[in-house]
């Protein structure tokens, strides 16, 4: 009783008008407390699209119908191959009123055609001008250029604060244009597991699976991010949902609107290793944050500003940053052309250098290469490593040689057990710099193969036949 007095006499003092205060009174009418969001969603589903892609596969014909005894049976031609469509289903944002719009990669990799169905029902052929694993985003181009689309205009991702109400926008499981309501959850979430630059928007808007590729918005009708996962048991919303921030896929448009067939970034050129507790400590650190340089590639945009190996990196243009994959965000997040201030902690004073905002050269030229023959190497894809194929293939900034881009499934290269990321240093004790040399070392006939290899920072040697 006690306990509810006290509530009670605190109730009556917040809800007591103050002395000399204006009058409470009610509202006289249903807009004075009418809260909606129709406002917004009025002016944002227009510029939120339906994509439907799907690619033929043609399955191949049993072996079976060449032998001459089956042909008697099925003639000479036999029965035809089999087709087999794949479909998928997502979402997209119209970002420019030219007809450009912006989804996830994972909505339309692999994928030969493209629809794009408007909320007024009208549906277009689109075309892919760019897509981008490392950010799981593409970009779509609908219309001839005559006509001008609804678009959404970008919010500044990075001035997002954790409780800001946002929309999401979509069409989950196929059932039409959706859009419900939530709040951001959290900010750089990392550890998804989908793209190499992991600093997600968490959400509780409801997202599922046809929510791929659309809106979050904030109540100015502003694009926020793309919604692109969801952690979820079942498969359906939990509350938990991701959306790439819209700063990410500003960098992606600009690039296809170059018309680059690749995304651009600025080049830092060192590798970096994530803060551990036991670091944390050495470096007299009260918690684990910022990124330490490992390694500074000679001639890079970091060693030209100074940056050196065991500096600590804390902030990019003066925002703070957690981790590797912080520091990854925010310095592929900035603008080519410049320069960016990183701040850096040295033997426990604090640095600043103006760090060049520069693609990475292509030097040497990659010279891709798919071997043929009789080698270990056979239906394995090489190029050159330069700066610019290490930062593509987020591999060690040092790293020089030549690199296994690809292995053929069911290729003697993939059987043997070469992987993507392999760098081949020697083979037959001959050292191999370039794409050249090993076209040249496949093309001989030893009796044995003796091949070593490079692989996450450790030496692996192979020998195969003899």
Known sequence: MRRVAVIALIAAAVLAPAAGAEER???????????SFAPVVHAVTPAVVNIYASRTEKRQRNA??????????FGEGGPMPRERVQRSLGSGVIVGDDGLVVTNNHVVEGMTEVRVALSDKREFEAKILLKDQKADMAVLKIGDGSEKFPKLDFADSDAVQVGDLVLAVGNPFGVGQTVTSGIVSALARTQIGIDDFQSFIQTDASINPGNSGGALVDLEGKLVGINTAIFSQSGGSVGIGF????????VVL????????SVVRPWFGASLQQVTPEIAESLGLKHPSGALVSNVAAGSPAATAGVEQGDLLTAVDGQPIDGVEGFNYRFATRPIGGKAEVTVTRQGAEKKFAVALSPAPEVPPRETRTLKGESPFTGATIANLSPALTDEMSLDQSLRGVV???????????????????????????KVQSVRDLVIIAGSQPSAWKVTIERDGRTITSVFGG
Do not use: C, W
Not at 25 to 30: C, G, Q, T
Not at 64 to 73: E, V
């Open 25 to 35: 009174r009610l509202p006289e009418s249903r807009q004075e407390v009418k809260l």
């Open 64 to 73: 079976l119908f060449d032998d001459p005894f089956f042909r008697q049976f």
């Open 243 to 250: 959306a790439i921030p819209a700063n990410m896929v500003r």
């Open 254 to 261: 600009s690039s296809a609107r170059s018309g680059a067939k």
């Open 404 to 430: 296994v881009m690809d292995a053929a499934d069911g290729s003697i290269a993939q059987q043997l057990g070469f992987q993507k990321g392999d760098i081949v240093r020697a083979v037959n004790d001959r």
